[in-house]
């Protein structure tokens, strides 16, 4: 195992929260196993984090702040080295998505991010072979956090129906990924619209984009293609952008009729019968 002194603390957000856990857990006098029986996890474990070999969790950061009293050095610390397992190319977007005032997304393949559960995740994920599995799902459980805020985002999401029947990870996972969007069918600052088969041809045939809305920058439009992710801010594919989704939000089902499609559609693919107070509203 590589010894923690070798590293570069300036090298990686990873790289700086392991330096500083072993300063530290050395401060105080506690050997990793001593460490790690206070917070309820294996010495091992805590070596590994403290020599970049494991990406930490936001549950692991706040127990390490709970039992070394660092006044919430690695619960702030943590946003950023998720951020940092996010693919290079991808980490521009979370970096604006977290500060943006208005989202508007379309999705025709997948559950947008921000509303994914994990296991969804998880599946989505794996099918890229990753070698980090779980390092790129806490990536993107990091970003559901700014649903989290007294203030977050306004946004409204546009799903194609055939991602309500895509069963990404079986008919479990989906019956609680449907679930989870239900949980928005009246919610304040988010808003969940299906897209019907019956819509035919539509605005956008060429695929998934993504428009952001901020305070203090210009508005962004974000695509993917297989692999990678373009930002851009020319007024002229803003203007575009902003028509294709009016045309797609007056194509879509009502708020109110895409909850009843949604789970009409758990019930006759999914197996699974709803009821209401299962999930109350947010």
Known sequence: MANIQSLDPTASPLDYYGWELRRQREAHGLKQGQLGDIIFCTGSLVGQIETT???PTRD??????????????????IGLVLRSQL??????????????????????QLVYGLLQTEEYARAVLATGMPDDLEG???????????????????????????????????????????????????H????????PNEAGAHASLAGSFTA????????????????????????????????RYARLQAAALSVEDSAELIIRVMEERYGHCFQPEEHPVA
């Open 87 to 108: 693919p290079t190319w991808f980490q521009p977007y979370a970096e604006m998505e977290a500060k943006a005032a208005y989202i508007s997304t379309y999705q025709a």
């Open 188 to 195: 304040r600052w988010m808003h969940v619209q299906v897209l």
């Open 136 to 186: 790129l799902l806490a990536a993107r459980m990091e970003r559901q956090r700014i649903l989290e805020r007294e203030r977050p985002p306004l946004a409204w999401v546009v799903l194609d129906e055939a991602v309500l029947h895509r069963p990404v990870g079986g008919h479990e996972v989906m019956r609680r990924q449907l679930a989870r969007l239900l949980e928005f069918s009246s």
């Open 212 to 243: 952001m809305r901020f305070d203090d920058d210009p508005d962004m439009i974000y695509t993917e293609d297989v692999i990678s992710g373009h930002m851009t801010a020319n007024p002229e594919t803003i203007r575009e952008a902003a028509l």
């Open 60 to 77: 692991f950061s706040e127990r390490v702040d709970a039992a070394l009293g660092t006044d919430g050095l690695f619960s702030r610390l």
């Open 53 to 55: 070999k494991k990406v």
